[in-house]
């Protein structure tokens, strides 16, 4: 599986961004599709989780209410809308894949295929 992180850019405080993943393969519909982050100097953190049939989201309590996470089985494609930006949102934002399991995790070693990152930088 290989994933294609998109839609990153430079914001200001109160933006919006829309973030794609575009996967390979036509097993897509049974991933479960995460989000993750990457700020300089800090840990990855987990940002927005979706169940393979979609039901089901999870988010970082950081972006509950701001973030929407959806994925599009027919496009092969998860999404991550963005809106009220904040300074502290600047990270390398990447797309993961967990092919083994239905329920929607949070762990980054608990997935198992990433995209290359996509660089979202809020400025003030």
């Known amino acids: 599986v290989q994933l294609q992180a998109s839609g990153g850019g430079s914001v200001q405080a109160g933006g919006s961004l829309r973030l794609s993943c575009a996967a390979s393969g036509r097993t897509f519909s049974t991933y479960v599709m995460a989000w993750f982050r990457q700020a300089p100097g800090k840990e990855r953190e987990f940002v927005a989780a979706i169940s393979r049939t979609t039901d089901i989201t999870r988010y970082a309590d950081s972006v509950e209410g701001r973030f929407t996470i959806s994925k599009d089985n027919a496009k092969n494609t998860v999404y991550l809308q963005m809106n009220s930006l904040k300074p502290e949102d600047t990270a390398l934002y990447y797309c993961?894949?967990?092919?083994?399991?239905?329920?929607?995790?949070?762990?980054?070693?608990?997935?198992?295929?990433w995209g290359q990152g996509t660089l979202v930088t809020v400025s003030s």
């Open positions: 993961a894949a967990d092919a083994q399991f239905m329920i929607v995790r949070t762990r980054s070693n608990e997935y198992d295929y």
